[in-house]
Nanobody, 115 residues
């Protein structure tokens, strides 16, 4: 079955950096787009970054120039490099993919930006 396992969250000071990882299994990773979302309210998740199977990327305006999404198809892993972090980046971050037209989510990893 499809599994997504996030890691790398934690506490970071404003202006700092963090790298999130998402280890994927149960589907052909290299064939599928991968996404990072974050929970911005009780009922809404915001798309932070996306990377297609061919490596094209897209970002939310709020993170452009600060965050970078990357994938390693040999390791079935997608990363989110976060730089110049702000308190408003504080959230639970989720990895997402939709092979076979069905959306799958990891359990999330908490990122806290605070001094």
């Amino acid at each position: 079955q499809v599994q997504l396992v996030e890691s790398g969250g934690g506490l970071v000071q404003p202006g700092g950096s963090l790298r999130l990882s998402c280890a994927a299994s149960g589907f052909v990773f290299s064939w599928n787009a991968m996404h990072w979302y974050r929970q911005v309210s009780e009922n809404r998740r915001e798309l932070v970054a996306a990377i297609t199977s061919s490596g094209n990327t897209n970002y939310a305006d709020s993170v452009k120039g600060r965050f970078t999404i990357a994938r390693d198809n040999a390791k079935n892993t997608v990363y989110l490099h976060m730089n110049s972090m702000k308190p408003e980046d504080t959230a639970v971050y989720y990895c997402n993919t939709a092979p076979y037209g069905v959306h799958y989510w990891g359990k999330g990893t908490l990122v806290t930006v605070s001094s």
